[in-house]
């Protein structure tokens, strides 16, 4: 097996074993699509590359596209083919192929967000997305930030190194629910001081560790706090992406129309970014 084809493999072992639905709220959907709406959506054709168990496509279909793409190269798609059929979209499918190999007419929007960072060369899913994506349509991605996630890189990543070669069962619940514990009390008490501490005491919480991050994540229970802990444990691969280097991306790619394109920090440990591809290509 090829390294993104293990990686695809150990995180079916994640998606196939998730309740029928999305695992992700409505408000984290449109958080993570943002600066997209649903008026960018609705009547085009869009493609989801790297989509799991489809857990973004469910509320995609909401959006009303005219058509409804989602890829993936793991047996994630088996779940995420039932997901998606829940949604009755007349013109919804999944693609069980690498989407760094996928090629296709060219889509209204293409997007792929949590993906990249995972592969073994982020920058070939990248060109992909652009690649994808029709002339004059718009493209957008997300990544986890090397800035922010620095106590991330210390204490997730060495033991990731030794969790993704373990059952994806003993992950699951003899390293990620012990190790996540601390942090789901850490981001709880963060969210309760944030409502009800003083102006001087909130500016000074502001410095603590992946306070933005804790801030979003807090709004769920503790199996959501597993299940992200699980999904960067289980992975044989995570690469960290600087804005520099996301930036580096769109401004080499000849593709791409440089006035729309755009990089979004997004809880203070992640970046969002995109644009569209030159009308000329």
Known sequence: MSVDSTTAAAFASSWNNLPAGSVYTVDQFEDWLAP???????GRRVLEL???????????AGWNPSELIGVD?????????????RTNHPCARIVKADLVEFRSDG?????????????????????SVV????????????????????????????????????????????????LVAP???????????????????????RHLPLHDYSLWIAKRDFLFFRHVAFDQLVTPQTRYMSREEVSRWLKS???IDPSSTYVIRRNGNSWKFGGAKSSLT
Not at 108 to 114: A, N
Not at 191 to 205: E, H, N, R, T, Y
């Open 36 to 42: 997209l709406t649903r008026k960018d959506i609705a």
């Open 50 to 60: 790297g989509c799991g168990n489809a857990s973004l496509l469910v509320h995609m």
């Open 73 to 85: 190269l793991g047996d994630s798609v088996l779940s995420a083919t039932e997901n998606l059929r």
């Open 107 to 127: 889509f209204d929007v293409v997007y792929c967000i949590g993906v990249l960072h995972h592969l073994k060369d982020p920058g070939k899913g990248f060109r």
């Open 131 to 178: 690649e994808n994506t029709r002339a004059g349509g718009a493209f957008h991605c997300w990544v986890y930030g090397k800035e922010g996630n620095a106590l991330v890189r210390l204490v997730v990543e060495p033991t990731r190194k030794i969790a993704s070669r373990l059952p994806w069962w003993f992950t699951k619940y003899l390293i990620a629910t012990p």
């Open 183 to 205: 942090y789901y009390i850490y981001a709880k008490l963060i969210s309760f001081l944030d409502k009800v501490a003083p102006a001087a005491l909130k500016a000074g919480l």
């Open 253 to 255: 790619d000849p593709r």
